[in-house]
Nanobody, 116 residues
Framework: QVQLVESGGGEVQAGGSLGLYCEASGSSFSHYTMAWYRQAPGNQRELVASLTSAGVAQYADFVQGRFTISKPYVNTVHLQMNSLKPEDTAVYYC???????????WGQGTQVTVSS
């Protein structure tokens, strides 16, 4: 059973930084994509950034160079968020999607609050 556990959320003032971590456990995959999504109240869940097992990263347009996704450890993905804005306030979710059968696993989410 694959489990994803997010950590690192919290509250920060506008212009500040936060780092989110997502640790996967329970299985291992050779080919996968790990991604961060976010969902603000009343909004749909949206993709923030993704990173493939081959090391290819992609970002949503609204990131505008402020966020960086990386894989510091074998089973962990990190999202460094700088120059945070109040509109970045949301619950941030980690997702792992396997390339074989496109199975998706989600974390429980972590709250990020940016105050003005």
């Amino acid at each position: 059973q694959v489990q994803l556990v997010e950590s690192g959320g919290g509250e920060v003032q506008a212009g500040g930084s936060l780092g989110l971590y997502c640790e996967a456990s329970g299985s291992s995959f050779s080919h996968y994509t790990m991604a961060w999504y976010r969902q603000a109240p009343g909004n749909q869940r949206e993709l923030v950034a993704s990173l493939t097992s081959a090391g290819v990263a992609q970002y949503a347009d609204f990131v505008q160079g402020r966020f960086t996704i990386s894989k510091p450890y074998v089973n962990t993905v990190h999202l460094q968020m700088n120059s945070l804005k109040p509109e970045d306030t949301a619950v941030y979710y980690c997702k792992l999607q396997t390339w074989v059968r496109s199975v998706e696993y989600w974390g429980q989410g972590t709250q990020v609050t940016v105050s003005s």
